[in-house]
């Protein structure tokens, strides 16, 4: 009897130390970030970023540490709704909206979760934030606005004759309302004629600019997702013309737009998941205020220049990126 006594305590006696031993070896699981990704519609720019943020994140030792939800609304507005309650459903720690339209779904859908937008160009006018320099609520990000009066200068260096700009844009972008308005006072202000042509999709591209042929010496188009997203149609109408394309962001002119002073939208993205490693790792959305893209792409491109037959000096081959 003693003897079986003595057994059941050293088995006991066993377990309690495997017991012992498995606990300790045990590692607490690390926390995850989960981080919902949204655009609007499929195009170079738009993609450039996505595709930035998350290598960035991975770059900046994130990779075991966040894990990314990515959607694409592909062009229906009416889907992004449904996307951020997705996100909310899933229990998401923060929503990154590329866009202003994305930024405005995910402000509208929520007030606690965490916001970090890319590529609004207007902010405060798009009902984001308040201003610049205060973030209150639970949204933040950086900003994308051009420098709109550099790209008319840079116009006059290399079309001077051009003296009417055809400004081709969709009427329901914010971004693109507002990088319209400020085209127009420059031009104003320094007597330069504009015509427009609106558009609401990319089915109404080739009209609209076709409308302005004969009109205008040059095209003016700031950062628009519509109209990015089809500039292989736009570019024909204008190549064929022999009239240039000034455009917002560097992805225009890699399409076939002649130059830019604008957006790269590789330092965008990379500026955007800055302040998202920032935020994962304890910040809060009010020590970041929303930031302005802190580089421009300076960018022509030759091919297109030669096809117009415009030449580019040597001064300006060597402040800008040249594209073969």
Request: charged share 20%; net charge neutral; glycine share 6%.
């Amino acid at each position: 009897m003693k003897k079986l006594i003595a057994l059941l305590l050293v088995f006991i006696l066993g377990l309690v130390t495997l017991s012992g031993c498995s606990s300790k070896s045990e590692t607490p699981k690390k926390k995850v970030f989960k981080i919902g990704i949204v655009q609007p519609m499929d195009h170079p720019s738009l993609n450039q970023i996505r595709e930035t943020i998350i290598s960035e994140l991975q770059a900046q030792g994130m990779g075991d540490k966040v894990e990314i939800i990515s959607k694409n609304a592909n062009g229906d507005m009416n889907l992004l709704p449904s996307i951020m309650q997705e996100f909310i459903n899933s229990n998401v720690d923060m929503i990154v909206p590329i866009a202003t339209p994305a930024a405005q779904a995910a402000r509208a859908s929520t007030k606690t979760v965490p916001i970090v937008f890319s590529a609004v160009s207007n902010p405060v006018q798009a009902g984001l934030v308040t201003s610049f320099e205060e973030t209150t609520g639970n949204i933040t990000g950086v900003s994308n606005s051009i420098p709109i009066e550099d790209i008319f200068k840079l116009a006059a260096t290399l079309t001077p004759k051009a003296k009417t700009f055809g400004f081709v844009y969709n009427s329901s972008e914010i971004n693109s309302t507002s990088g319209i308005a400020i085209a127009k006072s420059y031009c104003d202000k320094n007597g330069i004629k504009y015509k427009e042509a609106t558009i609401t999709g990319t089915a109404d591209l080739q009209q609209a600019a076709s409308s302005l042929v004969g009109q205008v010496d040059a095209f003016f188009t700031p950062n628009d997702n519509t109209v990015a997203s089809a500039m292989a149609t736009y570019v024909k109408v204008a190549t064929d013309a022999k009239l240039p394309i000034y455009a917002g962001a560097d992805s225009m002119v890699k399409d076939g737009a002649l130059a830019t002073v604008g957006i790269d939208y590789t330092k965008l993205g990379k500026q955007t998941a800055a302040m998202i490693v920032r935020i994962v790792n304890g910040q809060t959305i009010k020590e970041n205020h929303v930031e302005q893209v802190a580089e421009y792409a300076n960018m022509i491109n030759i091919n297109t220049a030669d096809k117009l037959g415009i030449t580019i000096s040597d001064e300006l081959k060597q402040k800008f990126v040249i594209l073969k």
